[in-house]
């Protein structure tokens, strides 16, 4: 057996042997798919379609769900998942958004614009600030900002406005959002420096020798050719804000509750939950049957997001290689 | 009386760029764009020299020797709960046991689809899994890990209730998920280098009699190590970074808890911490409450961060670098 493994092997068998390598990968897919779908099943069973609309109270949902027996009836795992799928879009659209326009303006100032010293810290600062673990800017976010926000940003006023209904301590959307958008940020600005220094340089020196200024030459010819790398690294900087969980549930106030944009300024306060963070936040719970076949349920529909994405991510691709531009 | 003109010379001709435009004269729209683009990255680099200044300021504050070597305890009080050995040990061994499980099957896989690929529907099928593992947040490969090792089949791996109930929380557990999290850029690293590779090695390599494996072990790999090397430290990276699959796989003890009486395996069986959720638990948002030694212990992290960061940068520099991987490699 070993001297079969030290000879050189035939090549026949060294093919196989790493394409079944690469094979494992797409099993491990496909088991994740499986497993996660066979646990949430029965909450789809149960809930139907209406599972994702609003009605129903989370607060007294879940506590049911945890109260329940090992066989529990029919009943308990009726859930209306809609607050936490809105706290989930509302964080993660409002950040990717805001982080899309403040990471294609870096980009250019990055890009063109900084002088060369400024440039050669940017790009490794940036690339710290990509890989920063989450946990560190959750950690900053609940011992620094969210007492800032609470003790100096809300206002007593405020707070016994909303006191009946929901407990502003701080922790909120605006902090979320925030932390969110200086996590995603750097993702999305090494993407699209990338592609903005793919763009072929003659096509931006043609646009000035035609009399253009250097910033509208970059905005309406480098920009414009590397739109495909902008929309891509949106949806790779969507899926990351999908699927953020512990910074999320360290920061939003882990509350069930969906913040009202009716409300005004409070409602940056407000506090919510999303998919993600509601996973890590009941984890401990998961021996109650209909609680756990719900997360996973809430597991399986980011699952399900991040396959729309990559497939999003996939078409939106094509077109860069008109451009020769590297996605 | 008349007076001869000064001789002036003819000035020469102006080489080199013309009279630059100043952005007094452009648009409004493009003024604007000029002054949001200059916003923009300098306060980008603000807040990161804030973060890292903070960081620094409360990890130096806080960090003492004696935290690094002390296991931590139990404690209501910050000054006797302890440091966090464990969770460093912890930490090291995630990352151990999630690389040796990766390093295989992403340079096997990339070697594959770069040297052979063929079914191509097989190829493609392939990267495109590997694409969705690098898409999908790890608090669902946290709970598909669960899923899997709570089957009756994995028992040996973790801990097994009186009752019968697999536990499927261990280091192996929490280290498999961990494999899958370095996988992605492992996998793109080493692949890109094989691609960049030029031909003419192969055909080199084929001329001398060499078979496609014997060129892959002997031309091939030893040309992309240093591709590897960058994908091994972007893979560590990312897994001593997480958090969602040590919070849910790894049962968030403070201490290793082994299972069963044989040594090491007993480690390996049994749960623990990393450093990562070690500051998820001294938080406001765990149990724990000890800001001051969560601070430590994201210092020591971050340090680890931006060692890491220099190594990848250390080995593009180096030159041997075939991919000339750029900073999208490093993040994606």
Redesign the interface.
């Known amino acids: 057996m070993l001297r079969r493994l030290r000879d050189?092997?035939?090549?026949h068998r060294?093919?196989r042997?790493?394409?079944a390598?690469?094979?494992?990968?797409?099993v491990?897919?496909v088991?994740?798919v499986v497993?996660?779908g066979?646990?949430a099943w029965p909450t789809f069973q149960h809930n139907g379609i209406s599972w994702l609309g609003p009605g129903g109270s989370l607060e007294t949902e879940i506590p049911n769900m945890i109260n329940s027996s090992v066989h529990p009836a029919a009943s308990v795992y009726h859930l209306r998942a809609w607050p936490l799928v809105y706290g989930t879009l509302l964080t993660a659209v409002t950040a990717v958004l805001l982080g899309l326009?403040?990471a294609v303006?870096?980009s250019?100032?990055?890009v063109?614009?900084?002088p060369a010293r400024?440039r050669r810290?940017?790009?490794?600062?940036?690339?710290?600030?990509?890989?920063?673990?989450?946990?560190?800017y959750?950690?900053?976010g609940?011992?620094?900002l969210v007492p800032f926000v609470g003790n100096d940003l809300v206002t007593a006023g405020e707070k016994a406005s909303v006191q009946n209904v929901v407990e502003l301590t701080g922790s909120g959307v605006l902090v979320t959002v925030v932390i969110l958008t200086?996590m995603i940020?750097?993702?999305m600005?090494?993407?699209i420096?990338?592609a903005l220094?793919s763009v072929p340089r003659s096509w931006r020196e043609g646009a000035i020798a035609l009399g253009v200024?250097?910033?509208?030459a970059m905005?309406a010819v480098t920009l414009r050719a590397a739109r495909p790398a902008i929309v891509a690294a949106a949806v790779?900087a969507t899926?990351r804000a999908?699927?953020?969980?512990?910074m999320i549930?360290?920061v939003s106030g882990s509350r069930s509750f969906a913040p009202k944009p009716v409300d005004g300024i409070i409602f940056l306060f407000e506090p919510l939950r999303t998919l993600?963070s509601s996973?890590?936040d009941y984890?401990e719970n998961?021996s109650a049957p209909a609680l756990k076949s719900t997360?996973?349920a809430f597991?399986f529909l980011?699952?399900f997001s991040?396959?729309v994405?990559?497939i999003g991510?996939?078409l939106i691709k094509l077109p860069l290689r008109r451009y020769q531009v590297r996605g | 009386m008349s007076t001869l003109a000064p001789y002036r010379p003819e000035r020469p001709m102006q080489r080199g760029p013309g009279r630059r435009s100043s952005p007094m004269s452009w648009r409004w729209g493009d003024r604007l764009a000029l002054a949001f683009a200059w916003t923009a990255g300098i306060g980008l680099c603000l807040i990161a020299a804030a973060i890292v200044i903070y960081m620094g300021y409360r990890g130096l504050q806080y960090l003492r020797p004696s935290l690094l070597v002390s296991r931590p305890s139990i404690s209501t009080s910050q000054n006797s709960s302890g440091g966090f050995l464990d969770p460093l040990l912890g930490t090291a061994l995630l990352t151990l046991i999630g690389i040796v499980l990766a390093v295989p099957l992403a340079v096997g896989s990339a070697v594959w689809i770069a040297e052979y690929g063929r079914p191509t529907w097989l190829a493609r099928a392939v990267e495109s899994s590997i694409e969705i593992v690098a898409g999908t947040p790890d608090i669902v490969i946290a709970i598909f890990g669960l899923a899997i090792f709570q089957l009756r089949l994995f028992a040996p791996f973790s801990f097994t209730a009186e009752s019968g109930g697999v536990f499927g929380r261990s280091f192996i557990a929490a280290g498999a998920m961990m494999s899958l999290i370095a996988l992605p850029p492992l996998f793109t690293a080493t692949r890109d280098g094989l691609q960049a590779v030029p031909a003419h090695m192969r055909e080199a390599a084929f001329a001398l009699g060499k078979t496609r494996i014997a060129t892959i072990r002997r031309v091939l790999l030893p040309s992309v190590r240093s591709n590897v090397a960058t994908g091994v430290t972007l893979g560590v990276s990312r897994i001593i970074g997480d958090t969602a699959i040590v919070v849910l796989l790894l049962g968030e003890t403070l201490r290793f808890g082994p299972q069963g009486s044989v040594p090491g395996l007993n480690i390996l069986r049994g749960t623990g911490a990393s450093l990562t959720s070690y500051i998820y638990d001294n938080s406001p948002a765990g149990e724990g409450a000890a800001p001051q030694k969560a601070y430590a212990a994201a210092f020591v992290l971050i340090l680890f961060v931006l060692i890491l960061n220099l190594i990848v940068e250390r080995i593009g520099r180096s030159g041997s670098d075939t991919a000339g991987l750029t900073a999208a490699g490093a993040v994606v």
């Open positions: 050189p092997w035939p090549d060294a093919e042997t790493l394409g390598v690469s094979l494992l990968v797409g491990v897919v088991a994740m497993f996660v066979i646990q326009v403040i303006f870096s250019i100032f990055i063109e614009l900084a400024l810290v940017a790009i490794p600062v940036i690339r710290l600030l990509a890989s920063v673990p989450s946990v560190i959750g950690l900053i609940i011992l620094v200086v940020t750097p993702i600005i090494a993407l420096c990338e220094v200024n250097p910033v509208r905005l790779l899926a999908l699927g953020e969980a512990i549930s360290m993600a996973i890590v984890h998961l997360l996973y597991a980011l699952l991040a396959f994405l990559s991510g996939y």
